[in-house]
Nanobody, 123 residues
Framework: VQLQAFGGGLVQAGGFLRLSCAAS????????MAWFRQGPGKEREFVAA????????NYADSVKGRFTISRVNAKNLVYLQMNSLKPEDTAVYYC?????????????????WGQGTQVTVSS
């Protein structure tokens, strides 16, 4: 499976963005999917994950209540709706896939990754 993330950009604090991740290749609909991010000078961190059928989700505490992960398997798409953005959300955001359908823990180690998309939140 190959992934391509898009939808990043520059937004003011309090604003919103929706990231999309398009998958190509076989297996996407059976895999758990996730978003990670890497801020300037920081290590990559877990943001959110969703099980293969969308029935279960998990979020980092720092984004809980503000971000929503979703997927449309028929379109091979995963989304990350980001509301009430803060400057500390500034990072390169990556989508990733895990071949265990229900693997959505923050300690997950995805099997494949897409390229990142930059999100910058100005104060």
């Amino acid at each position: 499976v190959q992934l391509q993330a898009f939808g990043g950009g520059l937004v003011q604090a309090g604003g919103f963005l929706r990231l999309s991740c398009a998958a190509s290749g076989r297996g996407f609909s059976n895999d758990a999917m996730a978003w990670f991010r890497q801020g300037p000078g920081k290590e990559r961190e877990f943001v959110a994950a969703i099980s293969w059928n969308g029935g279960m989700t998990n979020y980092a505490d720092s984004v809980k209540g503000r971000f929503t992960i979703s997927r449309v398997n028929a379109k091979n798409l995963v989304y990350l709706q980001m509301n009430s953005l803060k400057p500390e959300d500034t990072a390169v955001y990556y989508c990733a896939g895990d071949r265990f359908p229900g693997q959505i823990t923050s300690s997950m180690r995805p099997h494949y990754w897409g390229q990142g998309t930059q999100v910058t939140v100005s104060s």
